[in-house]
């Protein structure tokens, strides 16, 4: 490896709260970095190419696909993954309408929908059924036929609102 | 022989209400334990190296570069492979004629299809593996490919497998009747030429599995991604010749299944035999563009049909010609002929008519293998035979409705045998479509459509009664020869807290089978759902059984649960009856107390009575049995399949400037007997609908005329996403079998089986005042712009 192309880059960053410093090899995405190095096997690999967000995660407050990050581009960044986001309690109202409508069915999808549900919420409206699908049209559910999804999400964001409000 | 689950206030009723499911809160909580999710000491990873070619001689292989790479351990060729691991035929008894070559786990001499595993690299991590399998050489001399079905059988097409002297598969011919007589003297004989096109599952989690051969003690565990694990069990004993008793096979959460996951993949078999050679565990992990070439495909059908009706919409004939072509071999142990086999008996299935005609032919191909996946054989049988009666309504003028009416089977029918010689038990057509055309309002809606078009908007409605194959026994497999488990068993435990652990044959993909099973057993004990805990998918602790497929999971587990839980309800009352000085049926469980049965006063709670039994038996009468455990099996005999019913309605607008279609609204009644929990039957429902809507309007699998796979790839395969997708009614009929105690049928394909039929019906509606009209699946625009005349070249 010629010297303009490292093949082990250091890496510094915050996962969950937590500072991480490690060496990673140039071409690691984020998605294996996270659950191949630091063990945090609740967001998922499925396509890896970008297109079924089962991947998502939290990056700098975004909602990311850590399939199409390189864990070398994570450097300086506040990671969050499903298990952070459950151990603070961020979304906890979300998780549970997720159970109580049974929003999930194998649940592989569902870290990544949390983490794309809660991006949309964090907007702080009331999105129309139409936005919420609209929104997570980027993450593939095979199993639930996505209106459970639609309808815990929803919930949500009236909950939400009307706490807010009051 | 059912028990009346209907009263809500019985009590312990929790079969029948919505409970909440008790793996889903570690599931949100990204808890879940998949293949992937697990490490093991030493553990290495396998690549496969995997044929460019559709068919083609391996010349050579040279592993010497790849060998070099860092972090490769050991490449392996088929002929490695074949010293330790036997290949396998997949051929059924039963279906006469059904012949298929022995398949490798990895191909020895020839590559027979894109994506077929010629060699195999072992590494420290995947990225090593997949570094050296770019380097392992590969010398191929090409052959010429069968890759059209129509032409497969023209003399001046190669034959596949000169062993098998043709390209033809299997046939099957079934006649009733006199369908050319009923032709010739029909009011209208209306007639189509149907195509649904290949599809892959795209579970969410690829196909993985980690296999770990313990020289030591000669036990091989495998952690699998799949349907049935007790199968797996006896197909990895047999092909590596292991003692079935030595081979452990566990399936924590999986990621989706909808059918892929219950076959005999090469590359899963040659990962095992990796891990027994090299004495170290071994993961596979599919990635994405292999899954498209390898898991397996289905519903890759041709098919020219004709429906004869008289002046009053009676129905007289169906004549039916299916063609499919099931890839390069017979996928194991299932068998690749099931599909079309499917076809034949289910085609005309909701209708009382006395004619019919149906032929299958299935023919080999250079192409992936298809297979079972989710409503095997369903969505073709019900497009075929919906579209033809919404043809025959069109053509003689009636209301779409007002034909299914005329023609169903009546609900007193029953027991009825079919034209097909399919054994209905119990069906509900005409109450499950009056409520349908309750539920979707079908006046109202027929209103709206004309007023939309008068405004240039083109809606349709599309109707489709379907009927959906569940609970099979024997007759599927069994009698077929295949080591495949009709019979399910449970067993159920109750411990010193009063608790109660259920060990269940049949597994958990997501559907909700351990939330089912807890209210089964929980009301069958006597104890609140909670205090159930739950075993599936581990084959060396529960009962040997055929795992989750064919929408048997409640209503052959769950009755082997609900028997179990009552023979051990009935054990607890005799040891309580013994400390309590009473007599056994004066008393009961309730909550999780003894009670007396007439008052419902507590007596004593289980906790008291696992502490003396388990602690101090010595108080016991002497000879008392004292048997906290019972296990129950159960299997269906008095009919091979126990059927459902439904009927779907799909309301869309076709855009006839660009042929888009959108999704208005999904309707579906169906009546799957007794419905244990309310929910997760409608979102097993709904689920299905979109896995239908997906083959109606996205699905393809394209190749091109060489075998090469065009779109193998989640960016250019369209699933459905939740931007595209309808919300659904879910509405349902419950005629309980009356086959089992518990009286349930399965849910799990119906969605599936219906939607495509009445999607296409419902496009159809729409186009009809053009003149147009579309049988080839998915509706592509493209397609519906064809219809109308807007493209032609
Ligand atoms: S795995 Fe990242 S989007 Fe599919
Ligand atoms: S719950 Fe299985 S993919 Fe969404």
């Not at chain 2, 009056?434 to 405004?455: G, P, S, T, V």
């Not at chain 2, 999780?592 to 388990?614: C, H, K, N, W």
């Amino acid at each position: 490896m010629t010297e303009a192309f490292r093949d082990r880059i250091d890496i510094a960053l915050t996962v969950n709260g937590e500072p991480v410093e490690a060496r990673v090899p140039a071409g690691r995405h984020l998605i294996d970095f996270l659950r191949l190095d630091l063990g945090l096997t609740g967001a998922h690999a499925s396509c890896e190419h970008g297109v079924c967000g089962a991947c998502t995660i939290r990056v700098d407050g975004e909602s990311v696909r850590g399939c199409l990050m390189l864990a070398a581009q994570a450097d300086g960044a506040d990671v969050w993954t499903v298990e952070g986001l459950s151990d603070t309690g961020a979304v906890r109202d979300l998780q549970q309408a997720f159970v109580e409508r049974n929003a999930l069915q194998c649940g592989f999808c569902t870290p990544g929908m949390l983490v794309a549900a809660e991006e949309l919420l964090s907007r702080g409206t009331v999105p129309s059924r139409t936005e919420i699908r609209e929104h997570l049209s980027g993450n593939y559910c095979r199993c639930t036929g996505y209106e459970a999804i639609v309808d815990a999400v929803e919930g949500v964001a009236i909950a939400r609102a009307g706490k807010g409000a009051a | 022989m059912n028990i009346p689950f209907g009263n809500p206030d019985r009590p312990n009723s929790y079969i029948g209400k919505t409970v909440p499911r008790p793996n889903a809160g570690r599931l949100v909580e990204g808890r879940g334990r998949y293949v992937d999710d697990i490490t093991l000491p030493r553990m290495t990873h396998v690549v496969f190296v995997r044929s460019p070619h559709a068919h083609a001689r391996i010349t050579g292989i040279d592993a010497a570069e790849a060998l070099k790479a860092k972090g490769v351990l050991r490449v392996f060729t088929g002929a490695d492979l074949a010293r330790v691991c036997t290949p396998w035929v997949a051929v059924l008894a039963h279906l006469k004629g059904l012949k298929s070559p022995p398949q490798h786990a990895i191909a020895v001499d020839r590559a027979t299809w894109v994506g077929e595993p010629v060699a195999a690299v072992v590494a420290t991590s995947r990225a090593a593996a997949e570094d050296g399998a770019a380097l392992v050489e590969v010398g191929y001399k090409l052959l010429p490919a069968v890759t059209d079905m129509r032409s497969a059988l023209d003399d001046a097409t190669p034959v596949l497998h000169d062993e098998m002297g043709e390209n033809l598969a299997f046939r099957r011919l079934h006649e009733e009747g006199d369908v050319e007589a009923a032709m010739a003297s029909a009011h209208k004989v209306v007639s189509a030429r149907f195509r649904t096109a290949r599809h892959t599952g795209v579970t969410p989690e690829p196909r993985s599995i980690l296999a770990d051969w313990n020289p030591a003690e000669g036990q091989l565990t495998v952690w699998h991604a799949t349907q049935a694990p007790h199968m797996m069990q006896t197909v990895f004993a047999k092909h590596l010749d292991l003692p079935e008793g030595r081979v452990r096979v566990i399936c924590t959460d999986v990621g989706g299944s909808y059918g892929i996951k219950v076959h005999v993949y090469p590359d899963e078999v040659a990962a095992v035999a990796i891990a027994k050679v090299m004495g170290r565990p071994v993961k596979f992990v599919a990635d994405r563009l292999e899954s498209f070439t390898t898991d397996i495909h289905a519903r890759d059908h041709e098919i020219e049909a004709r429906i004869a009706v008289d002046a009053d919409g009676r129905i007289l004939a169906f004549d039916v010609d299916d063609w499919t072509a099931i890839g390069a071999y017979s996928v194991y142990p299932r068998t690749s002929a099931i599909e079309g086999n499917q076809v034949v008996n289910l085609c005309g299935g909701p209708y009382d008519f006395a004619h019919y005609r149906a032929r299958t032919s299935v023919v080999f191909q250079n192409k992936t293998p298809t297979c079972q996946y989710r409503a095997v054989g369903h969505p073709i049988a019900v497009a075929v035979t919906e579209g033809l009666v919404d043809m025959a309504a069109a053509e003689l003028g009636m209301d779409p409705v007002e034909i299914r009416r005329r023609n169903l089977f009546p609900d007193d029918a029953y027991p009825v045998t079919s034209p097909a010689k399919m054994r209905f038990e119990g069906l509900s057509h005409h109450a499950s479509l009056d409520k349908l055309i309750a539920l979707m309002d079908y006046d109202a809606l027929r209103a709206d459509q004309a007023e939309a078009r008068k405004r240039g908007i083109h809606r349709g409605i599309g109707i489709a009664s379907f009927i959906e194959l569940t609970n099979p026994s024997p007759f599927m497999y069994g009698i077929g020869g295949a080591r495949i488990s009709a019979q399910d068993g449970c067993t159920v435990r109750m411990d010193p807290d009063g608790s109660v652990v259920a060990l269940s044959g049949v597994t958990e993909q997501g559907q909700g089978t351990e939330a089912m099973l807890s209210q089964i057993v929980a009301e069958g004990v006597g104890v609140t759902p909670d205090k159930v805990r739950v075993i599936t998918g581990d084959t060396q602790v529960t009962p040997y059984g055929g795992g989750t497929w064919a929408s048997r999971g409640a209503g052959i587990g769950g009755e082997a649960a609900l028997q179990s839980a009552l023979a051990l309800k009935d054990s607890i009352l005799e040891v309580a009856g013994a400390m309590l000085q009473a007599p056994k049926d004066a008393l009961d469980i309730r909550a999780g107390q003894v009670v007396d049965s007439a008052t419902g006063e507590p007596r004593m709670p289980l906790e008291e009575l696992g502490r003396i039994v388990y602690f101090r038996g010595d108080t016991l009468p002497k000879g008392l049995p004292r048997e906290l455990v019972q296990t129950r099996h159960f299997i269906t005999s008095d009919y091979p399949f126990a059927f459902t019913n439904g009927v779907q309605a799909s309301y869309l607008e076709v855009d006839t400037e660009t042929g888009m279609v959108t999704l208005l609204k999904h309707w579906c009644v169906e009546d799957c007997g007794r419905i244990i929990n309310p929910q997760l039957v409608d979102e097993q429902i709904r689920g299905g609908i979109v896995q239908g809507l997906g083959g109606a309007l996205f699905e393809e699998i394209h190749y091109d005329a060489d075998g090469q796979l065009l779109n193998g790839s989640m960016a250019d395969y369209l699933v459905p996403m939740a931007a595209e997708m309808p919300d659904m009614v879910i509405g349902h009929v419950e005629t309980p079998t009356k086959e089992s105690l518990l009286g349930a049928k399965g849910a799990g394909e119906a969605g599936t089986a219906g939607a495509p039929a009445a999607v296409m019906n419902a496009i159809n509606d729409a186009l009809r005042p053009f003149g147009a009209q579309v049988t080839e699946m998915p509706f592509t625009p493209e397609r519906i712009l064809r219809a109308l005349g807007k493209i032609d070249d």
